[in-house]
């Protein structure tokens, strides 16, 4: 029987500020345009962790199943590892998922925006759907756009529109400075697992680029952020703080660029979700300042 200290492993609490990060630029530029809610953006907060730790309890429970867990390095995994029943992890899975159903039906109660129902059984069925199933997308190569979508336009401008009900251009550079973010570290991920996913049959956009052009790409990736921060600086001077963020960055870049493999490279997961955090929590505090 997994230990509790397991169980809190299988969330990935390293992967957690993905799902923060967004909901803290996105509550930043609803107080920009002096629209913010603060009871709002702790359910889109809530919603938003909910379904990162559904989707990473899911991951855990498809891969561990399918036997593409058996061989690779990095996180713990509850069954892969043999630790954990494959029911009870995709119970955990389930739980979460729920929760994070249960606060968004709220919030769209409170909100009034009723459509947004249709947008979070999306998000609900992409973190079940990205690993599970027969034909997960996860496996197709698709899996960095979605995480680019979901956890940059969709999590940052669904946090400013429901308590906006509109969309500003400081909205859309976040949620692009986001995205990239959470891409990068998808993309770290996928380099560090290139050998052992292609052992599997899992393609991954770092499979089928290479190990190279993966390297490459997560560079451009980290990069993005800091050049939309000197343009929200442009109108909000104070936003130049997200550079705060640049030492972080460069320790994980540093890495990649120097060719690290294996376990050599889960530091550069760590390093790049932190600079998302921490970019996530200066921009939006200067944000409220400026």
């Known amino acids: 029987m997994a230990t509790v200290a397991q169980w809190v492993s299988g969330t990935r609490p390293r992967t957690l500020p993905n799902s923060i990060a967004p909901v803290l630029v996105g509550a930043g530029a609803a107080h920009h345009i002096d629209e913010f809610n603060a009871t709002w953006s702790l359910l889109a907060l809530l919603v938003s962790v909910a379904l990162q730790v559904g989707v990473n309890y899911a991951n855990d429970y498809s891969d561990g199943i399918r036997g593409t867990d058996a061989h690779r390095v990095g996180p713990f995994r509850l069954v892969g590892s043999g630790s954990a029943e494959p029911r009870a992890v995709r119970a955990a899975a389930f739980a979460a998922l729920g929760v994070a159903a ?13 459509w947004l129902l249709a947008f979070g059984a999306v998000c609900i069925a992409a973190a079940w759907f990205y690993t599970g199933g027969r034909k997960p ?5 698709l899996g960095e756009l979605a995480v680019f979508l979901f956890f940059g336009p969709a999590a940052v401008l669904g946090t400013l529109y429901v308590q906006t009900g509109e969309v500003t251009g400081i909205g859309i ?19 560090r697992d290139i050998p052992t996913d292609v052992q599997a049959g899992k393609r991954t956009l770092a499979t089928v680029l290479g190990d190279r052009d993966s390297r490459r790409l997560y560079l451009a990736l980290v ?25 972080l960055v460069a320790l994980g870049a540093r890495r990649v660029a120097k060719g690290s493999k294996g376990r050599d490279l889960i530091p550069v997961l760590r390093d790049t979700g932190l600079a998302m955090l921490v970019w996530g929590i200066a921009v939006p505090a200067a944000l409220v300042l400026g």
Not at 106 to 112: A, T, Y
């Open 137 to 141: 997308y996860g496996y197709a190569g």
């Open 223 to 247: 990069a993005i952020p800091f050049l939309i921060t000197l343009a929200i600086g442009l109108r909000v001077p104070l936003a130049l703080v997200g550079f705060l963020a640049l030492p």
């Open 102 to 114: 249960v606060a968004g039906l709220v919030l769209v109660v409170l909100s009034g925006r009723y």
């Open 173 to 191: 550079g976040g949620a692009v400075a986001m995205g990239a973010f959470s891409t990068g570290v998808m993309i770290a991920n996928s380099l």
